[in-house]
């Protein structure tokens, strides 16, 4: 059944919404990225390792939520470019655990500043009311269940 936009019920439009925000910041976050050429998704492990280094692989795929192979797969890009290395878990030989190097770390911190910075325009047309209130709304909406 096809519907115009104003026909939409108000689930549908709510989550067409969503989702034309949700597209838009990660456009930004695309393009914000490539001087550094560096994907969203590299960012987003990158970001997990500086936070919780040493990591096992196993881990960050959870923290991630994605499969091990995409976890291994997103690593191995990060350590080609110097980004993090993969190392021992004292204690454990067999396991194998990714941390930052210092050219990661530094590159973690420019490109936080610079989402911060896209973030500040991208939600400055939102009062302080606003923006606390969208981030309440969307902690709930995506609570685990």
Sequence with gaps: MNH????????????ELLR???????HRWVELLQPWEL???????LR???????????????RLRVANRSVTDVVDALVERGLAERGAVPG???????????AGREL??????????????????LTDAERRRLAALLHKLTESE
């Design 108 to 125: 973690l911190e420019r490109t936080e500043d610079a989402r911060r910075a896209d973030d500040a325009i991208f939600f400055g047309r």
């Design 20 to 26: 034309r925000a949700s597209h838009r910041m990660r």
């Design 48 to 62: 997990a390792i500086v936070t919780s280094e040493p990591v096992r692989l196993t881990e960050l795929a959870d």
């Design 39 to 45: 994907s969203p998704h590299q960012a987003r492990a």
């Design 4 to 15: 115009r936009e104003g026909d939409l019920g108000p689930e549908d439009e709510l989550g």
């Design 92 to 102: 454990d030989r067999r396991a194998t655990a990714v941390r930052a190097t210092e």
